[in-house]
T-cell receptor
Framework: GAGVSQSPSNKVTEKGKDVELRCDPI?????LYWYRQSLGQGLEFLIY????????KSGLPSDRFSAERTGGSVSTLTIQRTQQEDSAVYLC?????????????FGPGTRLTVL | EDQVTQSPEALRLQEGESSSLNCSYT??????LFWYRQDPGKGPEFLFT???AGEEKEKERLKATLTKKESFLHITAPKPEDSATYLC????????????????FGQGTILTVHP
């Protein structure tokens, strides 16, 4: 069956460039989450969507980071003017609802390297 | 603020040598705890959800248990294919007392099982 998919799987960019990361959730899942995993760090929450709304953006590290979700499905995380500290694996997850006990299913991640 | 601490950071076992991983948490109110397995270069894979103290769940060689302050992941007679990073996570609770989806993760335990 189709799980959460993310693209690209790897992205290498130069400092100062903008990047877009895409997430396709499991069909029917209304909640979508973005996390970041850096070397030596745990998974760090960035933002979550319920439908097309983002009730919690508290984890976005700066205003260079933004995300949107359209049609209650695909989401795009955009990082503007990338910095070397943005290098990390960006993980997307989805769940049936945003209720805390709903299982979140993760995609394979996008590994971002900023040179 | 919710905190999740996992121990040990790394665990090396011989094939067949049973052991336990610990996940302790300081959260206000128990509202569920998740265990995930993460292989190198992949996203976390869901293992278990535990909802209340005293609950136990099993899957193959893994058994997860939950008390009011910690959870254990017991690995019985592990095999090399059980080698992975094991993560635990808890959802927050909002002011209304219900939980919602953003997960707080521990740093993980890196398990290596030698043949």
């Amino acid at each position: 069956g189709a799980g959460v998919s993310q693209s690209p799987s790897n992205k290498v960019t130069e400092k100062g460039k903008d990047v877009e990361l895409r997430c396709d959730p499991i069909s029917g899942h209304t909640a979508l989450y973005w996390y970041r995993q850096s070397l030596g760090q745990g998974l760090e929450f960035l933002i979550y969507f319920q439908g097309n709304s983002a009730p919690d953006k508290s984890g976005l590290p700066s205003d260079r980071f933004s995300a949107e979700r359209t049609g209650g499905s695909v989401s795009t995380l955009t990082i503007q003017r990338t910095q070397q500290e943005d290098s990390a694996v960006y993980l997307c997850a989805s769940s049936w609802t945003s209720g805390g006990t709903d299982t979140q299913y993760f995609g394979p991640g996008t590994r971002l390297t900023v040179l | 603020e919710d905190q999740v601490t996992q121990s040990p950071e790394a665990l090396r076992l011989q094939e067949g040598e049973s052991s336990s991983l610990n996940c302790s948490y300081t959260v206000s109110g128990l509202r569920g705890l998740f265990w995930y397995r993460q292989d190198p270069g992949k996203g976390p894979e869901f293992l278990f959800t535990l909802y209340s103290a005293g609950e136990e769940k099993e899957k193959e060689r893994l058994k997860a248990t939950l008390t009011k302050k910690e959870s254990f992941l017991h690995i019985t007679a592990p095999k090399p294919e059980d080698s992975a990073t094991y993560l635990c996570a808890v959802p927050p609770r909002n002011a209304g007392g219900t939980s919602y989806g953003k997960l707080t993760f521990g740093q993980g335990t890196i398990l290596t099982v030698h043949p």
